[in-house]
């Protein structure tokens, strides 16, 4: 095991969306600083989701007392945050979905800038319905993690997406691993992890730690006492694992530690652990990246390439042009609605390209669809790069 570039690490921990280095790591002050973006006053909205589904929300609060959290100790157990979002019986009915909790939202618009106010953050709106029941039929189960210091819900335009096309989405807030994450009671559990990584802790203790907390939470929505009412209507034999950043890394952890996991997609995350000599037992791994230095064959990332080699399965590298790091999660969407610096490629082409290549990944390989776009370049989607090394 080695350790990545001191670029790729500095992306690991980076706590935040905002897309430039350098970007206020302060609480956001009463008043803007000069030449700070305007304050956005009214809530975002998140893209629609494009499958023919309604999507239906609900938060499951998970503690796994058979371990002991890396990061304390002394806490009561592994503490997880999970929402599924899920293909919904019909349209309407129930509460609009919160996007995520005032407190949550204002610790991490702390680290956006002083442009961003976290109760605006927090009202951002959904496409998704508290309160109302799954689409007929057992769906296949896609598990995402988030980034390295941000919240589960800074992947829910992915998550709803995928939902709307007829998939349950587990998507897991681990302990201690974000600027916030609100649990049962008003409790909130801040970034221990983040201080632990800057003295030195090495990354794989997160992605192993996020493995196990994968593990546990495919036991709890599949195994014979299931958590969620609806249950059922997950199909268990048909599971795929997405994440962004570390979370990206993670997945490939988890499909190495649980052979329940039949798919994995990286997206732009450096891995922190090498996979074994028997890969991933011939099951397919997409790994989706910036098209700049870091994520080309060849690039800053080494691990990246190494990796490559070691997949044994279907599998494929695509990097995006115009892209940067948290163009694979909701950041693009706030970045846009709140002033913040943007790449590139723009807020609605990085959405639509990420939708695009998770969904054909997960159709192809958990429900056996054809899915061209994963053959090579189109016309329809030109940032997208595969590359071949």
């Given at each position: 095991?080695?350790?990545?570039?001191?670029?790729?690490?500095?992306?690991?921990?980076?706590?935040?969306?905002?897309?430039?280095?350098?970007?206020?790591?302060?609480?956001?002050?009463?008043?803007?600083?000069?030449?700070?973006?305007?304050?956005?006053?009214?809530?975002?909205?998140?893209?629609?989701p494009?499958?023919?589904?309604?999507?239906?929300?609900?938060?499951?609060?998970?503690?796994?007392?058979?371990?002991?959290?890396?990061?304390?100790?002394?806490?009561?157990?592994?503490?997880?945050?999970?929402t599924?979002?899920?293909?919904?019986?019909?349209?309407?009915?129930?509460?609009?979905?919160?996007?995520?909790t005032?407190?949550?939202?204002?610790?991490?618009?702390?680290?956006?800038?002083?442009?961003?106010?976290?109760?605006?953050?927090?009202?951002?709106?959904?496409h998704?319905?508290t309160?109302?029941?799954?689409?007929?039929?057992?769906?296949?189960?896609?598990?995402?993690s988030?980034?390295?210091?941000?919240?589960?819900?800074?992947?829910?335009?992915?998550?709803?997406?995928?939902?709307?096309?007829?998939?349950?989405?587990?998507?897991?807030?681990?302990?201690?691993?974000?600027?916030?994450?609100?649990?049962?009671?008003?409790?909130?559990?801040?970034?221990?992890?983040?201080?632990?990584?800057?003295?030195?802790?090495?990354?794989?203790?997160?992605?192993?730690?996020?493995?196990?907390?994968?593990?546990?939470?495919?036991?709890?929505?599949?195994?014979p006492?299931?958590?969620?009412?609806?249950?059922?209507?997950?199909?268990?034999?048909?599971?795929?694992?997405?994440?962004?950043?570390?979370?990206?890394?993670?997945?490939a952890?988890?499909?190495?530690?649980?052979?329940?996991?039949?798919?994995?997609?990286?997206?732009?995350?450096?891995?922190?652990?090498?996979?074994?000599?028997?890969?991933?037992?011939?099951?397919?791994?997409?790994?989706?990246?910036?098209?700049?230095?870091?994520?080309?064959?060849?690039?800053?990332?080494?691990?990246?390439?190494?990796?490559?080699?070691?997949?044994?399965?279907?599998?494929?590298?695509?990097?995006?042009?115009?892209?940067?790091?948290?163009?694979?999660?909701?950041?693009?969407?706030?970045?846009?609605?709140?002033?913040?610096?943007?790449?590139?490629?723009?807020?609605?082409?990085?959405?639509?390209?990420?939708?695009?290549?998770?969904?054909?990944?997960?159709?192809?390989?958990?429900?056996?669809?054809?899915?061209?776009?994963?053959?090579?370049?189109?016309?329809?989607?030109?940032?997208?790069?595969?590359?071949?090394?």
């Amino acid at each position: 095991m080695i350790r990545v570039t001191r670029a790729a690490a500095a992306a690991v921990l980076v706590c935040s969306l905002a897309l430039p280095a350098g970007v206020a790591t302060a609480a956001v002050p009463d008043r803007p600083a000069a030449g700070a973006p305007a304050r956005a006053a009214r809530a975002a909205t998140l893209p629609a989701p494009t499958g023919p589904y309604a999507v239906g929300s609900t938060v499951l609060p998970l503690v796994d007392r058979s371990r002991t959290d890396p990061w304390v100790p002394t806490a009561d157990g592994r503490a997880l945050m999970v929402t599924l979002h899920y293909p919904a019986a019909h349209p309407g009915g129930g509460r609009p979905a919160p996007y995520a909790t005032r407190e949550e939202a204002r610790l991490l618009a702390g680290q956006l800038g002083p442009g961003v106010s976290g109760d605006v953050l927090a009202r951002t709106r959904t496409h998704s319905r508290t309160g109302v029941g799954p689409a007929p039929g057992r769906h296949p189960l896609a598990l995402l993690s988030p980034g390295f210091g941000v919240s589960r819900w800074t992947l829910t335009h992915l998550a709803e997406d995928l939902a709307s096309r007829g998939y349950v989405v587990a998507s897991v807030d681990h302990a201690y691993e974000s600027y916030g994450i609100s649990l049962p009671g008003g409790r909130t559990l801040t970034c221990v992890a983040c201080t632990a990584l800057e003295g030195g802790v090495h990354g794989s203790v997160v992605t192993s730690t996020r493995a196990a907390d994968m593990r546990y939470v495919l036991d709890r929505l599949t195994g014979p006492e299931p958590v969620w009412r609806y249950a059922d209507a997950i199909d268990a034999r048909r599971v795929g694992m997405a994440g962004h950043s570390i979370g990206g890394a993670s997945a490939a952890s988890a499909m190495v530690a649980d052979p329940r996991i039949d798919a994995g997609i990286n997206m732009d995350g450096a891995f922190w652990q090498d996979l074994p000599a028997e890969g991933l037992r011939g099951r397919p791994f997409l790994m989706l990246g910036t098209h700049d230095g870091m994520h080309l064959p060849g690039g800053q990332d080494a691990t990246w390439d190494r990796t490559w080699t070691a997949l044994d399965g279907w599998k494929r590298w695509i990097t995006v042009a115009g892209s940067e790091h948290f163009t694979f999660s909701d950041g693009p969407v706030l970045a846009r609605h709140f002033g913040l610096p943007q790449p590139e490629l723009p807020a609605d082409r990085a959405v639509a390209v990420t939708r695009t290549y998770v969904a054909a990944f997960f159709d192809r390989h958990l429900r056996g669809l054809s899915r061209p776009v994963l053959d090579g370049p189109t016309p329809e989607n030109p940032e997208v790069h595969f590359q071949h090394p």
